[in-house]
């Protein structure tokens, strides 16, 4: 591999890593941490300055809990965002699942309501 593409291929995995612990929310401290290595070793991996070895991106795959492919894939923006998206839709879906049985709660009611009022009619 000559130097041009090693660095190509590591600046661009590192940017993966970089983006994943975004999406997680994660400090380079947490992922450094979980490595157990210092965090200027951890940001030299993501900025690429680091050749990174197939066991360390194994360490961190199991740590973001994908595969190692995801790692080395250049579109790595592209796997959370599918999960994001169904976080968002399931998110949306138990908040109006909540609404729905308020309002039945308040359709209950207002029927009680209204049974106790027809007898007091008549």
Known sequence: MTDNLKKKTNKSVGKNIRTI??????????????????????????????????????????????NVVNLLALDAEDIEPQVSHLNIAQ????????EIANLQRKVILLYEELRNRIPAMV
């Open 21 to 66: 612990r975004h999406q997680r929310g994660w400090s380079q401290e947490d992922v450094a941490n979980r490595l157990g290595i210092s965090i200027p070793a951890f940001s030299k991996i993501e900025t690429g300055v680091t050749d990174i070895n197939l066991s360390r991106l194994e360490q961190i795959a199991n740590i973001y809990e994908i």
């Open 91 to 98: 998110k949306k879906i138990l908040d109006r699942e909540a």
